[in-house]
């Protein structure tokens, strides 16, 4: 019911940037909190920056001071601005939302990744 739209993926030297993008659609009443994860080849997937509305970011320790997320609630959009990338950043990664869809309904949405690729 509520759909998540990822973008900005790619391929980066390391030291370089990236800007990842995700939109929610559908049905929604409200969102509560909207962030990011990555999942690299034969890893399990790990939160990497995790938002709540009007409320803290949590980055995991990898990332701190290299990534930042920012929220555009209003209009259902979330990025991750990724500087001085690594190759172990190397992953696919993946914005998740939830919120609700209405007084008494919750719900939460994984989008459908985007590469990320830091190599020379």
């Known amino acids: 019911q509520v759909q998540l739209a990822e973008s900005g993926g790619g391929l980066v030297q390391p030291g370089g940037s990236l800007r990842l993008s995700c939109v929610a659609s559908g049905s929604i009443f409200s969102i509560n909190a909207m962030g990011w994860y990555r999942q690299a080849p034969g890893k399990q997937r790990e939160l990497v920056a995790y938002g709540v509305s009007g409320g803290l970011t949590n980055y995991a320790d990898s990332v701190k001071g290299r990534f930042t997320l920012s929220r555009d609630i209003g209009k259902n959009t979330v990025f991750l601005q990724m500087n001085r990338l690594k190759p172990e950043d190397t992953a696919v990664y993946f914005c998740?939302?939830?919120?609700?869809?209405?007084?008494?309904?919750?719900?939460?949405?994984w989008g459908q990744g985007t590469q990320v690729t830091v190599s020379s």
């Open positions: 998740k939302a939830e919120g609700r869809l209405n007084t008494t309904a919750l719900w939460f949405s």
